[in-house]
């Protein structure tokens, strides 16, 4: 079993920045993927970024340039960093892990929030 908390959400002006990070906790556990989804009020899930074991990164065209992942393999930690935020970017954001078993977990999420 993965346990994963995310923090480093919150209010924040438009053109600002964040980081999220994502630590990972559990017994016996071995991390293939990590990635960011974010989903906005009355909207779905949508994918953010991800990156795998291997470090290969994948984002979504809408924060290509403006966001980007990194891991701590280390530490099992996963952040994102947010730069020229804009209000769109508005959304509770979610951690999720795929171990090497493909068993999949997800964080309680964080809100971020971007005023114009």
């Known amino acids: 079993q993965v346990q994963l908390v995310e923090s480093g959400g919150g209010l924040v002006q438009a053109g600002g920045s964040l980081r999220l990070s994502c630590a990972a906790s559990?017994?016996?556990?071995?991390?293939?993927?990590l990635g960011w989804y974010r989903q906005a009020p009355g909207k779905q899930r949508d994918l953010v970024a991800t990156?795998?074991?291997?470090?290969?990164?994948d984002y979504a065209d809408s924060v290509k340039g403006r966001f980007t992942i990194s891991r701590d393999s280390a530490r099992n930690t996963v952040y994102l960093q947010m730069n020229s935020l804009k209000p769109e970017d508005t959304a509770v954001y979610y951690c999720?892990?795929?171990?090497?078993?493909?068993?999949?977990?997800w964080g309680q999420g964080t809100q971020v929030t971007v005023s114009s």
């Open positions: 559990g017994s016996n556990f071995r991390i293939n993927t």
């Open positions: 999720r892990c795929i171990d090497l078993y493909r068993r999949d977990y």
């Open positions: 990156i795998t074991s291997g470090g290969n990164t």
